[in-house]
């Protein structure tokens, strides 16, 4: 699963749990991926965003803040065209039916495994690859 050198993709972290983003970062590096950055609410997760310009972003549905990770999207979308993968412990029919309308490159329900979790980013950055063409 280890990716070579070239081949590393950039990922940007949007979490305001503390010990789940470190989590994160622990697993993208295991799996050969590097942290573009992290950021725990929406203001800074669209300015890194635009500054590091990730292959793709892990996005947090419940940030603090005044907006939540659904509308970060919404308002990075305007402004690029970067893969979004939401992580949430909550799939109520309403944050689902929300998620969907920005058209996410896949979901992941807390907890995960690092294998689901690699598998999730592999299929999005490919699609998004796909989708370029």
């Known amino acids: 699963m280890i990716l070579l050198a070239e081949d590393k993709k950039r990922i940007l972290v949007v979490e305001d749990e503390g010990i789940v983003a470190m989590t994160l970062e622990d697993s ?3 799996l050969g991926y590097e942290v573009a950055g992290t950021a725990d609410d929406s203001r800074s997760a669209i300015e890194l965003a635009e500054k590091e310009k990730p292959d793709l ?3 947090d549905i419940r940030l603090r803040g005044d907006i939540d990770g659904i509308e970060t ?6 402004k690029m065209d970067v893969p979004v ?3 949430t412990a909550h799939s109520d029919e309403e944050t689902l039916s929300r998620m969907l ?3 996410p490159y896949g979901f992941l329900v807390k907890p995960f495994r690092e294998k689901e979790l690699y598998a999730n980013i592999e299929a999005a950055i490919a699609r998004h690859r ?3 063409k």
């Open 28 to 30: 993208l590096f295991n």
């Open 57 to 59: 972003i892990l996005m």
């Open 73 to 78: 999207v919404e308002r990075i979308n305007e």
């Open 85 to 87: 993968i939401f992580l």
């Open 101 to 103: 309308k920005t058209r």
């Open 130 to 132: 796909l989708s370029k």
